[in-house]
């Protein structure tokens, strides 16, 4: 198998993953606890974002698989 075509699996495998974890992640109730790490207030608000943010990485991972060259 290619290179491109392993890593295009791979990363879809990836994005598939994300998405799964994103959406169980916003389906739990304890999504709007806080936690604190150290001295630092993480709040529902800022889980979503990290969630998105993670998302987000891995669809734009399986996006640049389609512009590898060679």
């Known amino acids: ?11 879809l ?6 998405v799964i974890f994103v ?5 739990n109730p304890a999504l709007g606890s806080v936690f604190y790490i150290g001295s630092i ?10 969630y ?3 998302t987000i990485v891995m669809i734009l991972l399986y996006i640049t698989s389609f512009f590898l060259k060679k």
């Open 13 to 18: 495998f990836m994005c598939i993953i994300a």
């Open 23 to 27: 959406t169980c992640a916003l389906s």
């Open 52 to 54: 998105m943010l993670y």
């Open 41 to 50: 207030k993480i709040t529902a608000a800022i889980k979503r974002s990290f």
């Open 1 to 11: 198998m290619k290179l491109k075509k392993t890593l295009r699996i791979i990363s």
